[in-house]
């Protein structure tokens, strides 16, 4: 059983909280310690056993980092230095030469890092990666992400670092964790249309807004015999499309994305613990391909609506 904190207890940190609870429940995790500097933040730590405003020499196996992005490598980096097990949430780094950095740390200190690109245990995303390698939809010749939220932008936020890098992630992952070859990008830091163009000419448009009119969570995979679409908001099930006939398929399995997160990254706590191999998801070259492409998607942004307020 893993002793976990969360650092940072915001809006995404209580949902941690409320999933390791959750866990605890099976037996899996320990203690839950809160930590955030916002004394509203940890009165709102209600799944928590411990909860104080930084670690100071608890007793803890894993940290998952749920901070503004801006401090995400420089704790990790710290974190690690005095033995703790990271999980990152996205961005791990806020350029490439950043997040290397905390990959580096993580070799130098024998920890392990895991990045919070979730949307790879999405159960719909694991069938899809199913059904494509096994010739279920021919070739693929396009993909389609829409992620449009009703929350207001934040202050200082961009919203392909926010929401567009789990996108993106997930876009090479679909096409066998191919590189794209080039990024254009169109609209601004509060809406973006982002285009990732991949060999052969096949094209991934992504669309990332907030502030938005409605919920969206649409993903769409075009092949050359068929189509699969599916809703992130839906995790047992995707809608197969051919020329006879449209069929919902149901997954392999039921969790929620952040689930099994959680669960890959407590098994590779007790691998490392117990001296036995553990494959990060995603690997560290697909972390850091996460992080180049983003940083590349949000260079491409028109510089006047770059700075638009």
């Not at 961005?91 to 070799?107: F, H, I």
């Not at 060999?199 to 009119?213: K, N, Q």
Request: glycine share 6%.
């Amino acid at each position: 059983m893993a002793r976990v904190a969360v650092l940072g207890c915001g809006r995404w940190g209580q949902n941690h909280l409320k999933t390791l609870h959750n866990l605890r429940n099976e037996g899996i995790v320990d203690t839950i310690h809160a930590i955030d500097v916002s004394k509203r933040a940890r009165d709102a730590s209600t799944h928590a056993d411990y909860v104080s405003e930084k670690i100071d020499h608890q007793e803890i196996d894993l940290v998952i980092i749920a901070t503004p992005s801006k401090l995400h490598a420089a704790q990790a980096k710290e974190l690690m230095e005095k033995g703790y097990h990271v999980l990152v949430e996205k961005p791990l780094g806020c350029c490439e030469a950043e997040a290397a950095q905390v990959l580096v740390s993580a070799q130098e200190n024998g920890r392990m890092v895991s990045v919070g690109l979730l949307l790879r245990f999405h159960p719909a995303v694991q069938t899809a990666k199913r059904m494509i390698s096994n010739g279920k939809i021919g070739r693929i010749e396009s993909l389609r992400f829409v992620r449009r939220t009703e929350r207001p932008a934040p202050h200082d936020g961009n919203v392909i670092e926010s929401l567009g890098v789990h996108a993106i992630d997930l876009m090479c992952h679909l096409m066998n964790e191919s590189e794209p070859s080039v990024v254009n990008v169109q609209g601004d830091r509060i809406d973006s249309r982002i285009i990732l163009e991949y060999p052969m000419g096949i094209e991934a448009l992504i669309d990332v807004a907030w502030d938005s009119s409605e919920e969206r969570r649409l993903v769409k995979i075009i092949g050359s015999t068929g189509t699969l679409i599916f809703d992130l908001n839906i995790h047992d099930r995707l809608t197969l499309i051919t020329s006879d006939e449209k069929k919902e398929i149901q997954c392999d399995s039921y969790h929620t994305p952040l689930e099994g997160e959680l669960r890959h990254a407590l098994d590779g706590v007790r691998a490392v613990k117990c001296g036995k191999p553990w494959s990060p998801v995603p690997d560290y070259g697909a972390a850091l391909r996460g992080v180049r492409w983003t940083e590349r998607a949000i260079l491409a942004m028109p510089v006047s609506r770059q700075i638009q307020e």
